[in-house]
């Protein structure tokens, strides 16, 4: 009997060791690699954002693992840490990339808020850094990097909230592109954030809400062109980025004549044109027929530049003649 109890305390003694052992067992985790490629990409500084003396600073960033198998285990707001610094490298605000695509790495934006309390003084000598988080063990020491380039905006709230609302679409639409994800959309004829887009910025923009109020559609306002807004937006230029790339694209000639394309669509249109008025008052060899082709030139004008006034003036003296050769002839 009392043998029978000594191996029942031994069991029990093993099964307790191999459970206390279990419990405080560490394991050994692999040390993270250093990313290829740790860019701050972009700093936007704005002022006045909510209430006088606020700020807001808009961070793009690019965190890349070129080879798969050093991927971290762990999304990029474990990994890294952005800090905003002052002169003296004291941290006055930190935030974290938002594993919302591939885990927070590849492209992304971060912000941070200061109410005016909080703010530092503006246009000091301000930096912001992209840290490792030193409690994680890295191969080598934790990567950092930082910049002290930064763009300044202030102004009247109403004027940097249009500010900061034209930056983050023209910031969505880049992500767009980035991640094949639909991060904008339009609201009559007003560039919005998407459902998608607003649930990242959300996240990613303190007060997005207040700072940023005409991204979710509440205001008209004016967005910021991602690859610089054409210095004339007129009709006949939309027309003609139409037509990049078909046949009718005189680009190429007239760099072949060095020469721009609305000086040799000029070229072509305008004689064309007065051949055919020509050809009307002198009544030679004119049938309705081919009065009917001066309409096409006359529309085509709207395609290759020539100003939509003398579009329209051109159209109207073709609607009167039409008519006429219709009706009265030109024999």
């Known amino acids: 009997m009392a043998k029978r109890s000594r191996h029942v305390l031994r069991g029990i003694a093993a099964i307790t060791l191999l459970f206390l052992l279990g419990i405080y067992a560490t394991?050994?985790?692999?040390a993270v690699a250093q990313p290829d490629s740790l860019e701050i990409q972009m700093v936007q500084a704005y002022q006045n954002t909510r209430e006088d003396g606020d700020q807001c600073y808009l961070v793009t960033y690019y965190i890349n693992y070129e080879v798969e198998e050093e991927m971290p285990d762990e999304d990029a707001d474990e990994l890294f840490i952005f800090r905003l610094l002052d002169a003296d490298d004291n941290e006055i605000a930190s935030a974290k990339p938002f594993p919302f695509y591939n885990y927070g790495y590849d492209v992304g934006v971060v912000a941070f808020y200061l109410e005016p309390d909080e703010a530092p003084t503006w246009k000091s000598s301000l930096s912001v850094q992209i840290i490792g988080n030193p409690l994680i063990e890295?191969?080598?020491?934790p990567p950092v990097t930082s910049t002290n380039s930064m763009t300044w905006n202030t102004g009247t709230t109403e004027e940097i909230q249009k500010l900061v609302s034209a930056k983050i679409i023209y910031l969505a639409t880049q992500l767009e592109h980035a991640w094949s994800i639909e991060m904008t959309a339009v609201a009559g004829s007003m560039a919005i954030l998407s459902d998608t887009g607003a649930s990242y910025f959300l996240r990613v923009v303190p007060h997005l809400t207040e700072v940023a109020p005409y991204v979710l559609g509440q205001y008209t306002f004016t967005p910021e062109y991602p690859e610089g807004k054409p210095s004339e937006d007129t009709y006949a230029n939309t027309l003609i980025e139409a037509l990049d790339g078909t046949i009718f694209d005189l680009s190429g000639p007239a760099r072949s004549l060095q020469t721009s394309p609305g000086v040799l669509a000029?070229?072509?249109?305008?004689?064309?044109?007065v051949a055919f008025f020509i050809l009307l008052l002198?009544?030679?060899?004119l049938n309705k027929g081919t009065m009917f082709l001066v309409w096409p030139f006359i529309i085509?004008?709207?395609?290759?530049?020539?100003?939509?006034?003398?579009?329209i003036v051109l159209a109207f003296i073709s609607f009167v003649s039409t008519t006429w050769v219709i009706y009265k002839g030109t024999n």
């Open 27 to 30: 394991p050994v985790l692999a």
């Open 138 to 141: 890295w191969v080598g020491d």
């Open 266 to 273: 000029a070229g072509i249109y305008y004689p064309l044109v």
């Open 282 to 285: 002198s009544k030679k060899k």
């Open 300 to 311: 085509a004008g709207s395609f290759i530049g020539v100003p939509l006034i003398v579009t």
